[in-house]
């Protein structure tokens, strides 16, 4: 149903789109994406479900419409006839954007102001982030605090694709290792669908605290530990069968990715399990990456770059990983083996 735009009428769009998240979050905050998901449903009926005005809840079903999110059947001159129904999963997508959880909420809270109106000079290298705006690595508590848990707002997807195939990843697995892991959010939820499974998060030493919150909060907590440690100056902890890497290595230079993923295969014994999931570079994930792109900018210790799907499993190939396989999820998981 989404319509591809001409450049002038993305710009048009681009130009409001401050008056079209007023009407999104109007739409979900009085229940009407409720109502235009399941559709069809008719003006008359919106406009008396909602108690408001047939030909104002009209024009401002005609913005909805221009962005794309609803289609329109009007039948007669009788606008009141006229019947809408919105693309699936509407609703949801909008909680995710403009609700009061929101991820693009919390994106907003850090301080991309400092490069509004200034990107001209940001691009030459004048205006920068300081250290004290965000640093990458985090350098203090409260920085890696912010960091990580602005990280676990957007592990929904992951964490739906890692249950989708849960029954594939866990049995016969004993120890798993979240690389990188953050607060432990994800090993966490890991350790409800593999009632076998210990898992430990590995992280820099100060993200310990952290964990330690969502240890407690968790449902087994006596499963979920956590090592402290820097991937970059140590090798990875041994002893584990099964090792993650979840929206980490976009974050670094290539040869550092790589050099990441050589120490997991170091580090797995034979039969070992890698896991890579991330945003693998598509059109609809480069959007949703576009607070990031945008504030980074000014971080030139940060990387950010997504990468295809292709280059990781083409890297574990290389080195030396066997059955990887690419499964389908809110975004793909990469597995592979090591050999033995």
Known sequence: MTPTFSPRALMSLLFNGSKAVDVVTTALRIGLLDALEPGPVSLRELAERFEVQPLRLYKFLDCLESLGFVERN????????????????????????????????????????????????????????????????????????????????????????????????????????DVGGGAGTLAAHVLDNAPDLLADVYNLPTVAPLVEETRKRCGHPERLGFVGGDFFTEPLPAGYDALAFVRVLHDWPTPDSRRLIEKAYEALPPGGLLLICEEFRTPDRLAMQFFWSYFLIGVDSSVSRLREVSFYTGVLAEIGFTNIEVLPGSWELVVAHKPG
């Open 74 to 177: 009007e039948p007669s001159d009788d606008i009141t006839e006229t019947t809408y129904r919105a693309d699936p999963g509407l609703r949801a997508a909008a909680a995710a954007a403009v609700g009061p959880d929101a991820i693009e909420r919390d994106r907003d809270t850090y301080p991309w102001q400092r490069l509004h109106g200034r990107l001209e000079e940001s691009l030459r290298g004048d205006v920068s982030m300081t250290d004290d705006d965000f640093s990458w690595p985090p350098k203090t508590d409260e920085q890696t605090e912010a960091f990580e848990r602005s990280m676990s707002l957007g592990l929904g997807p992951v964490i739906e694709t890692f249950d989708q195939h849960a029954h594939r990843l866990w049995p016969g697995r004993r120890r798993f290792l």
